[in-house]
Structures are given as C-alpha cells and as structure tokens.
C-alpha cells in the first residue's frame, strides 16, 4: 500500500462531519470519494495531507510520499508558466517540466505570465505542478473546477500516466473523469453523528 488511512474522524468549525473512515491505495489505484456538498470531501483530504488534525485514525504513507492540490492554483501571477513550473520543480527537488507542459498542453503559454492566463488555463497551469512534484500520492480536490470538456479530458489522461507509472490518486470529484479504473467510495455512511444538545465542550475540540 502506498496510503493507509484507518478509522479516520474530522471535523469541521468544530462539528464533527465524518467518523469512522478507512481506505488504502496501492500503486497504480485510484480512489474517488463521492458525496453531496458539505459532508466533509474536503476536511477529510486535508486530514489526510496533514494539513489539518483529524479527530480519530491514522495515516500511513511514505515520507514526502503526498501532494495535495486543493481549490486555490497555487501559482505565481508575476511568472511566466514555464518559470512556475520550474520553480516548483526545484521546490519538490525534481528537475524537468516538458512533460507537464505536454500533459496539459501549456507549450504555446510557456512564455505567457500566469496572471494573464484565463481561468481554465491557469487551473491547469496549477495541476501540471503535480506532474514535477515527484510524490506517489495524489490527493485532489474538485481538481477540475474552472476546466471545460478537453481539459478535463487532459486531466484524466495526466492522471492515469501517474497510475501507469505506479502513483496513485485520492481523489474528491463530482465530475465523471472517465476512470473506470477509479474506485468509488460513498462517505455518506461515515457521517459523524452529531453533537448532543449539551455538548457544550465539543464545539470547541
């Protein structure tokens, strides 16, 4: 397994949203978490990147072994595409990005300053980081937002060389990727139940 996650709690503002969670990934899997809005996709990937405190469970993974790419494209407006991709690459400690800029066709926009991007072309500016991070483990949040049907397509094709490859991906979408390799996994059954009338102190853990 290349991600463990075992009996996994979060919680969100202080509300629990999820309990009880557990999944694993080996090489070349992917896993897609489905639920409706507010059930705790993203606390949980979060959770899981070590970005937030679960309440309860474990997270087994290599060391540097996650990437996590969330709402935000983390990029640099004043850079040009290929002087922000290069920048992570030497952030991640990897060398080479010609095949991010294939993978999510950003050749005729290497040159062009990422502030002037629209905002398909910055999203996938910010998700061809994932190809020069190195990091087996993908953990995506609604990766596509902002991405109209061909770059979707460029997506899944980026995602299933990582598979290829031997990476894998956990991945919160509403969005048919066209994976039929991906696994999915409800969360409706992990809602945490909520809190007791007078569960004063519980708001605040």
Not at 94 to 100: D, E, F, L, V
Not at 109 to 135: D, E, P, Y
């Amino acid at each position: 397994m290349v991600l463990r996650v075992t009996d996994m709690g979060v919680a969100r503002g202080g509300v629990p949203v999820l309990d009880g969670v557990s999944l694993a990934l080996g090489p070349g899997e992917a896993l897609v978490l489905r639920g409706p809005n507010g059930i705790g996709k993203t606390t949980l990937l979060r959770a899981v990147a070590g970005l937030q405190q679960a309440l309860s469970g474990d997270v087994e993974a290599a060391p540097e072994g996650l990437v996590y790419a969330g709402h935000a494209d983390g990029i640099k407006a004043a850079l040009t595409v290929t002087e922000n991709l290069t920048f992570w690459a030497q952030v991640f400690g990897t060398q080479g990005i010609s095949r991010a800029l294939e993978a999510f066709r950003l050749g005729p926009l290497a040159h062009r300053q990422a502030g002037a991007l629209s905002a398909g072309q910055k999203r996938r500016l910010g998700l061809a980081r994932l190809l020069v991070t190195g990091r087996p483990v993908w953990l995506l949040d609604e990766p596509t937002v902002s991405l109209d049907t061909e770059a979707v397509a460029m997506f899944a094709g980026a995602v299933r060389g990582h598979l290829a490859q031997g990476g894998a991906a956990l991945i919160a979408t509403h969005i048919d990727l066209g994976l039929s390799e991906a696994r999915i996994l409800d969360l409706g059954p992990y809602r945490a139940a909520p809190l007791a009338a007078d569960d004063f102190d519980g708001v605040f853990l």
